[in-house]
Every structure is written in C-alpha cells, then in structure tokens.
C-alpha cells in the first residue's frame, strides 16, 4: 500500500508539473504599437516629437498609445500614454501638457489639474509682452481670479462692455472654482472631469476671441461698407510663420499692416482696401 501511495503522489506530481501556466515576458515596449487599431501614426509620432522636446533629448519615447478622446462641446480632447525609456507620461491634448505618471496616476486627477493648468497658461499668455502685466499691486502668479479680473478689465473697456466684462468675469471665476474643487475632490468622476475641460475651454475661446481682434487691432465696423460682420483670419501664407488679417465678411475688403504688405507672397487686393487703420 505504501508503495502504491508513493506511485500515486509521483502520478499527481507529475501532473501539477505539466499542468503549470508558464508566464510570457513582457513585450517590448517599441513592439506595442504594431498591436493597436485606429490609431495614426502621424498622431502617435507628434506627440512622440513633443515628449522628447519636453525632455530635452534626455528621453526616448518607446512608445505611444492614445487612451482616451473625448468630445466636448465640439471640441477634442485626446489622452495619450506614453513609455519613455526613463518615465511614463500621460499627454493632454488642446492645448498640449504632459505629466508625470509617477506623480499623477489617476487619469481623472491629471485632467482636472490639466485644466487648472490651461487657465494658469492663459493668464501667462495673455500678459507676456502687454501693458497688462505692468504696474503695482499685481496679482500672484497663481491667482487666477485676480487677473481674471485684471485681464476683463483690460480686453473689454468702457461701460459698452459692461456686461460683456461681467460675463468674462464670471466664467473664468466659476471655472477656476470647478477646477479647483475637482482637483482636491475624492468622490470626482469622469463626468466632472470632462465639464471641468469644458468650463475650461469655454474660458480660454472667450479670451481668444479679444486677444485675436485685439492684435490684429480689428475696427468694429468695416471702413468700406460700414458692416459690423468684421473676422479676423489666419493667414499662414504671410511671415515666416503666418499671421493674423483682418476681414469684412459682407464686402470682402482686408486690412494688412505696413510690414504684411511687404511681406505677403501674392497680392489679393489693393493696399488702399477700406478697412481703417
């Protein structure tokens, strides 16, 4: 019997042996990418050219792989995961960021602070090389609302802008608020996530909106045919790297500064064109 007990404990030994589940290694990273569906590889490899800037050459992206894309509001927003041969990002889009998974490794936490982000860099934006950011008693870096208010103040003036003031005002305020609390909230999903990018996005267009006429110092009615429909277009064909003109919608007429006229590769109307300057 006890023989017969060693031939059966040698029988099922041997069975737990065959029947063990061997562990494949991990892939290579720079193999991943043939294993991904609809994902374009002009994408992956922007993004991958943006990490590597960030990182200043001192790391090689391995690989790239959008994780996320969101549409809100009829704008997109992608989330990219990235493996370099020394960190592991997490890349937002619209406008670009990428963070640190090692610090950020909840995706929820990093679009909330990616919004934080956004508004913080559009304050940056907006008073670099202005009078905005000149004077005494100026806000803190980080105080959003109070150059939120600096900046209202400044893109929209006079008491015809009023309420279009308090409305910029108010936005950007609750926006920061949302932001804010979502960054700090335990109980946050996804959904306050994508609302947070979207009071982000609405902010960041109603500022755009001024700063663009505001450079391209656009009249609020056209000189020609006196029609308020007035734009301002981009228009990559002038300088080195495109620049901003403005345009009547209802007769066509462009207004070009001194330096677009010299520079512009064809000619598209007279110099002379009814738009004031």
Same mark, same amino acid.
């Given at each position: 019997?006890?023989?017969?007990?060693? =031939?059966?404990?040698?029988?099922?030994?041997?069975?737990?042996? *065959?029947?063990?589940?061997? @562990?494949?290694?991990?892939?290579?990273?720079g193999e991943l990418r043939h294993l991904l569906f609809r994902q374009s590889e002009h994408e992956a490899q922007r993004?991958?050219?943006?990490?590597e800037w960030q990182a200043h050459g001192d790391e090689e992206v391995l690989h790239a792989e959008k994780v996320a894309s969101e549409r809100v509001f009829g704008r997109e927003y992608d989330v990219w995961d990235v493996h370099t041969d020394k960190e592991r990002w997490w890349v937002v889009t619209n406008p670009t960021n990428l963070y640190s998974q090692t610090l950020m490794p909840s995706l929820d936490y990093t679009l909330s602070f990616h919004s934080r982000e956004c508004l913080l860099a559009l304050v940056q934006g907006v008073i670099d090389g202005s009078d905005?950011?000149?004077?005494?008693?100026?806000p803190k870096t980080a105080d959003f609302p109070g150059w939120n208010d600096? @900046?209202? =103040?400044?893109?929209a003036r006079g008491s015809s802008a009023e309420h279009f003031r308090g409305y910029l005002?108010? !936005?950007?305020?609750?926006?920061? *608020?949302?932001? =804010?609390?979502?960054?700090h909230a335990a109980n946050a999903t996804r959904v306050d996530a994508e609302l947070a990018l979207s009071a982000t996005s609405h902010v960041i267009n109603n500022y755009a909106l001024l700063i663009v006429r505001r450079k391209?110092?656009?009249?609020?009615?056209?000189?020609?045919?006196?029609?308020?429909? @007035? !734009?301002?277009?981009? *228009?990559?064909?002038?300088?080195?790297?495109?620049?901003? @003109?403005v345009r009547c919608e209802s007769c066509g007429a462009e207004k070009f500064t001194a330096s677009q006229r010299r520079r512009k590769r064809k000619r598209t109307a007279p110099a002379d064109n009814g738009l004031p300057n």
């Open positions: 019997m006890a023989k017969k007990k060693e =031939n059966g404990e040698a029988s099922v030994a041997d069975a737990s042996s *065959r029947s063990d589940c061997t @562990v494949p290694p991990a892939l290579p990273k993004i991958s050219d943006y990490v905005i950011g000149q004077g005494d008693d100026l600096r @900046v209202a =103040n400044a893109l005002k108010t !936005t950007g305020e609750r926006a920061w *608020r949302l932001v =804010n609390w979502l960054t391209a110092t656009a009249p609020d009615r056209c000189g020609r045919c006196q029609s308020y429909k @007035v !734009t301002v277009d981009w *228009r990559p064909d002038l300088g080195s790297v495109g620049e901003y @003109v």
